[in-house]
Nanobody, 117 residues
Framework: QVQLVESGGGLVQPGGSLRLSCAAS????????MRWYRQAPGKQRDLVAS?????????ADFVKGRFTISRDSAKNTVYLYLQMNSLKPEDTAVYYC?????????WGQGTQVTVSS
């Protein structure tokens, strides 16, 4: 079993920055790629960025050049980050951490990001 816990969301003004974190615990040896998704009210859940266990990252076009995904690991925990710069009102959404594991998918509970003046 893998558990994901996100943190770091909040309210920020347009043009500001936020850093999201996701801590993965449990059977972390089974984790492959990790991803950030987001879902705005009334809209589908979209992939924002992904990163492989080797550190290769990919981004959705709507965040390229503004967001940076990274991952790190400690003894029993894998950490996933999303550095978000130059935030826009359209970035407002619930952001979810996702881990692909051997037996399927694991999701975090989500963290709200609101970009508003």
């Amino acid at each position: 079993q893998v558990q994901l816990v996100e943190s770091g969301g909040g309210l920020v003004q347009p043009g500001g920055s936020l850093r999201l974190s996701c801590a993965a615990s449990g059977s972390i040896y089974s984790i492959n790629a990790m991803r950030w998704y987001r879902q705005a009210p009334g809209k589908q859940r979209d992939l924002v960025a992904s990163i492989t266990s080797a550190g290769s990252a990919n981004y959705a076009d709507f965040v390229k050049g503004r967001f940076t995904i990274s991952r790190d690991s400690a003894k029993n925990t894998v950490y996933l980050y999303l550095q978000m710069n130059s935030l826009k009102p359209e970035d407002t959404a619930v952001y979810y951490c996702h881990a692909g594991i051997i037996t399927g998918d694991v999701w975090g509970q989500g963290t709200q990001v609101t970009v508003s003046s």
